[in-house]
């Protein structure tokens, strides 16, 4: 949690087979485990607030504008333009202050209630939402976030990495930032811009997403599958570090989970 002790992660059996599987595969590949290539661009996240207090949020409900760099890849790594999952990272600069980022990972999903936490291999890239797949705790409530693509002047795009890239060099992408508790209609609370085409992934300071290290106080993840996830973060980033020297990372790696 930005701002927060770090608690020391709790292992047991399954933790460590998730970080052991997650570095195994980290270290094959030279890149993340999961969403090992993708594009980098940078954005604006715009909060409207709600004057009423009604997330119990602070930072959803005051009005803010935020810098934004995401990162928007293939979840499997599939080769060329077959279905795959698909990831949205964002990092939201400054969420809590100066130096104190927020880390929302998204996956290609469905709206539905249960759809809504499974992730959904996808052909067009701009098809369907884009969910935390866990519920977040938002104030008193549980509930998951998602991203809604607006298609404005994009017709059919596909999955593969030049596919994403096109589509950020045609126009400017809009998503509908939602949430919703079981029960409840999705609601907005943000507007996403991407604003700039695709550009290169630098060799040294790239971004490594982490919804865990990089949350706030009043909205974070729940405890649902938080330790297998942890561990499999740690796993990822431990496989990474350990790739053999000189070893480049592929197009687009070293800057997912």
Do not use: K
């Amino acid at each position: 949690m930005t701002g927060q002790p770090v608690r020391a992660p709790r292992r047991t059996v399954r933790t460590e087979a998730a970080y052991a599987l997650a570095r195994r595969i980290a270290e094959r590949r030279a890149a993340p485990a999961l969403h090992p290539a993708g594009v980098m661009c940078d954005g604006t996240l715009e909060v409207p607030g709600t004057g009423d207090g009604r997330w119990r949020v602070p930072w959803l409900d005051r009005p803010g504008s935020y810098a934004v760099t995401v990162r928007w890849s293939r979840a499997l790594g599939l080769p060329g333009r077959l279905p795959d999952g698909l990831g949205l990272a964002l990092r939201v600069e400054d969420a809590d202050g100066a130096g104190a980022p927020l880390d929302l990972l998204l996956t290609s999903s469905r709206a539905g209630r249960l759809g809504r936490h499974l992730p959904l291999l996808r052909r067009d890239a701009l098809a369907g939402p884009y969910s935390t797949l866990v519920a977040y705790r938002a104030g008193h409530r549980s509930r998951v976030l998602a991203a809604f693509p607006e298609r404005g002047e994009h017709g059919p795009t596909g999955v593969s990495l030049p596919d994403l890239r096109q589509a950020l060099a045609r126009a400017p992408l809009r998503f509908d930032l939602r949430a919703a508790a079981p029960g409840e209609p999705w609601r907005s609370f943000a507007a996403l811009t991407l604003t700039s085409a695709a550009h290169p992934v630098p060799e040294s300071g790239t971004v490594s997403y982490d919804p865990y290290l990089h949350c706030l106080p009043e909205l974070r993840p729940t405890a649902w599958l938080s330790a297998l996830r942890e561990a499999a973060y740690r796993g990822s980033r431990a496989g990474r570090g350990g790739r053999a020297p000189g070893r480049p990372n592929p197009p687009g790696a070293g800057t997912g989970e």
